[in-house]
Every structure is written in structure tokens, then in C-alpha cells.
């Protein structure tokens, strides 16, 4: 249940507008509910066979007419307004909990990106997180219309004939039976394809994105092979989908159809036997298939909470993750290092039970200029990520120039590093911006003056692309 609180905790900074909300869809069931009666009094009291027609009957029926059309305009707006509201506020939401989930993303350590494909952290930023807007849109408020249109209908029925109800609902505990049964299995077909509509996915990207090495072994061939197979899986999942639709819909039209035929007959009767106008014969069996509607929305609502609830909780597990590599709460702020640096016994391991460093101790003062040399694999990046504390050690202390720097804030210590990855990576943007990437307020000599010369060169002479062109 707290995971539903804590939804709706995003929620309250919208709570005026979901009661105007909600009090608006009251109105509008009620509306919806009003709709079978114009045409009632014009069969009761002006259809009736027998009596003379009523002299008045030339105003009434446009009359009566014009109310029917007007409850639909009125309904109409009024589902326009809840609509947009109720989507508009589980936009916001979303936005909210995406930005939450983001900006937490981008300060979690690189040990916990190291542990977890990137993949899997943008589908959370990017679907996971709209199962916070299922929960609204599906959830509460269509839980809320739905109960209330079923009770609305269910008393008025009864009011306007008791037998007749309860022959006519005798078939909704089937109904149901039969929605929840078929649901059940189009949630599990549904999750299948969305992990085989994600193995494409990954399929295709982990082929694109090493399309070099492909080339270089004339390996093209046998991944277009996994990549066809896979889709075809994808394919099967899909038809399997489809299926269970059509099927569902099917048996459970033509139990609504038994169900009414059902109150058909009995209603005929009791209107052969007067005790039910025609007219509310025909109310009766329009609020039938009223009925079926929420009937059939609430039983999808508990599915489709089920696969939110999945979502919110795989976005909450981000947001409850501690950070691994967190400012000490003594930490200050510095302008200007020295540049003094000292490895007291550190060790560190990616893995608890596996050592990388183990009690290295270094020292090296300002303006000195270090090199370290070794086989691939023998920890020199591992120890230089230490310093801006990409990663804490095991054991041990880092000072910079004296100061333990786990009691410097993280983003002034960065502050005073640079560094020249390994891999290179260019951010989809302009080439100036890539360069001015750490530091966005560079002036335009600076930035020139990174530039390499033949960089500059190019930049001066008229007719060579911009280079402020995007790279992409
Ligand atoms: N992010 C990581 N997660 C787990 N193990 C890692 C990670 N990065 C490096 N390693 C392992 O740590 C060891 C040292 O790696 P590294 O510091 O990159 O070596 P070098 O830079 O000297 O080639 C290697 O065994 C490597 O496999
Ligand atoms: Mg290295």
C-alpha cells in the first residue's frame, strides 16, 4: 500500500485540481445517467397505443429532443474538461518523478552505473516512470468514476424493477470471471512482449554499435540471422496477443448479449403484464450495457496496476538507492589546490573479495610530473580514478594537499582535476560545445586555444564547414 502513497505524494501539489476534477465527473456521470430519459417520456407518454396522443405532443417532443442533445453537449464538455485535467496533471507528475529520477541518476557513484547496464537506467527514466500517470489516469480517477457510474446505474435499476435487475446482473459475476481470466493472460503476454520487443532492441543496438568489428570479421550476415530470429520471436508474442483479444472479446460480447437477452425476456413479460412501462424497458436495457462498461474498465484498472505498481517500484528503488560515494558532512568547499597528492595504504577492489590496489602509498607534489607505467589491467586507471572520487577506497585515506578530500565537497575537488578519457565521446552537439563541455563558460579564446592547430587552422579558412556544425 505505501508504494501507492508514496504515488501520491507527487500528487498533492494537484490535490485542489483533482477534487474540481472529481466533483466535475461526478456532475457527468450524473448527465450520462439522465441520457435514456428523454426518450423514455416520449414513448411513455406520447407512443403509448391505445389513448389518443397527447395535443401538446408538437412542443414536447422537440422539446424533449433538444434536452437529449443538450445532456450529451453538457456530458461532452464536462468529459473534455476531467479529460484533459486528469492527463495534464499526470504529465506533470511525470515530469516531476523523471527529473527526480534523472538528476538522482546523474549524482549516484559510478559504482552503482558500474553494476547495471545503462540500458536499464534509461528505461527506467524513460517508461518505468509513466507507470506514475497509469496509476492516476487508470487507477484512482478511473476507479473512481467507474465505482460510481456501476452504483448510479445499479440503484436506478432496481428502483425502476427489482426481478428485472437481478436476472439481468445473474450474468455479470460470469463477466467478470471471463475479463479477469482473459486479462490475466493478456498481462502475461504483454509482459512477454515487452522483453522481446526490449531483446530486439538490444539485438539491433549491440550489432550497430560494434558495426566495426562486424565489417572487420564479415560477421553481417550471421547477425542480420540473430536478429531476424529474434524478431520473429517478437512476431509470435504479438499473434499470441492478438488472439487472446479477439477470443475475449468474443465470448465476453456474447455473454452481454445472453444478459440482455435474458432481461429481454423477463421484460417483455412484466410489460405484457403492466408492470413496467415500455419506456422504462428501454431505460433499463440502455443502463444494461452502461453496466458493462465500468464492469469491464475496473477489472482491466487491476491488471494495469499491477504492471504500474512494477514501474513505480523499480523508479523508487533508484531514488531509495544510497549514494556510495557521499560528501562527509564536514566537508568544505575549496577555490585553489596546491596539488599535493598522498595515497596512504589505500586498497580497493570493484568487488568486495577482489583487491585491484592493494596499500599503495604516494606521494606527489605540486608540479611534479607523474607517469604511471604497467600491463593492461594492472589498476593505473583505477588508482587515478580514485583521486576525484569517482570511487572511495576500501581502506585507506587520499589527501590533497593534506586534506583528506572525502572532507572536500565532491564538485570543488573536481573542480581542480582535469582529465583526458580513454574513450573518447562526443555529446551529440556542437564541436565547441563538446570542448567548453566542463566548463560552459569559456570564452571564445579559450576555447580556440584547446582546439589543436590544425583544429584552427581549419576554423580561420573561409568555406570549411563551421565549427559549430553538430558533429551529427
Ligand atoms: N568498472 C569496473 N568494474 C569492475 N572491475 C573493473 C572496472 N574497471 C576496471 N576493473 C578491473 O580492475 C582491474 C584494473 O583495471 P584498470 O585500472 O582499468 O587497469 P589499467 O588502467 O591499468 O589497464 C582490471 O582487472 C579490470 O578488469
Ligand atoms: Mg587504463
Redesign the pocket.
Known sequence: MSIYRRVLRYYRPFLGQTIFGLFLSLIGIGLNLLKPWPFKVIVDDFLRAGPPIRSDWRIWIPLLCLALVTIQLLWGIINWITNYLFVKIGLQALLKLRTDLYSYLQSLS?KYH?ARRSSDSSFRVAYDSQSIQTIYNKGFTNIFGSTITLIGTFVIMLRLDRQLTLVSLAIVPLIVGAIYLFAHRIRRESTSIQEQESAVLAQAQEGLSSIRMVHAFGREEFEVRQFQQQARQSLQANLRLTLTNVNSALVISTLMVIGTAAMYYIGTLHVLAGTLTLGSLLVFSAYLLMLYQPLESLTYTTWAMEGATAGANRCFEVLDRQDDVVDSPRAIAISSAKGAIGFNSVSFG??ADRY?LRDVDLRIEPNQIVGLV??????????LSLVPRFYDPTTGSIALDGRDIREITKRTLRAQIAIVLQDTLLFSTTVRENIAYGRPDATEEEIICCSTNQRQRSIRQPNRPSWTQSKN
Open positions: 559510478l558500474d570493484y568487488a585491484v604497467g600491463g593492461t589491467g594492472t589498476g593505473k586507471s583505477t588508482l
